[in-house]
């Protein structure tokens, strides 16, 4: 099992830039795909970005893609997403998640993520209590 704990979050202007943490308790993190997903006041909960057990291979949401950058350092139980040129529409909680691979896996053997899974909530094991941003024009 694992405990998530995000940080980092806040209120930035319009253009600005964050960067969200994600601590792991646990001696097993590294065996877990990590993802960020965020939820908005009144709308579902929606896929940011994921990043595989190696931190070798990462996806991202389209609305993000360009502007967001996941991350993670194994040996700190750290996953990290940087987030660069806000817009208001990224205002929203931030959740980190881990996958623990059984069953409903975000990753596969090879290492290839599972563009089936990765961006579905319901394939998640663990969350954290998240972090709000906010983002001001």
């Known amino acids: 099992q694992v405990q998530l704990a995000e940080s980092g979050g806040g209120l930035v202007q319009a253009g600005g830039s964050l960067r969200l943490s994600c601590a792991a308790s646990?001696?097993?993190?590294?065996?877990?795909?990590m993802a960020w997903f965020r939820q908005a006041p009144g709308k579902e909960r929606e896929f940011v970005a994921a990043?595989?057990?190696?931190?070798?291979?990462?996806n991202y949401a389209d609305s993000v893609l360009g502007r967001f950058t996941i991350s993670r350092d194994n040996a700190k139980n750290l996953v990290y997403v940087q987030m660069n040129n806000l817009k208001p529409e990224d205002t929203a909680v931030y959740f980190c998640?881990?996958?623990?691979?059984?069953?409903?896996?975000?990753?596969?053997?090879?290492?290839?993520?599972?563009?089936?899974?990765?961006?579905?909530?319901?394939?998640?094991?663990?969350w954290g209590q998240g972090t709000q941003v906010t983002v001001s024009s």
């Open positions: 998640a881990a996958n623990n691979n059984v069953g409903r896996a975000v990753e596969d053997d090879l290492g290839r993520i599972n563009s089936r899974t990765v961006k579905d909530a319901q394939a998640y094991d663990y």
């Open positions: 646990g001696r097993t993190y590294s065996r877990y795909a």
């Open positions: 990043i595989t057990r190696s931190g070798g291979r990462t």
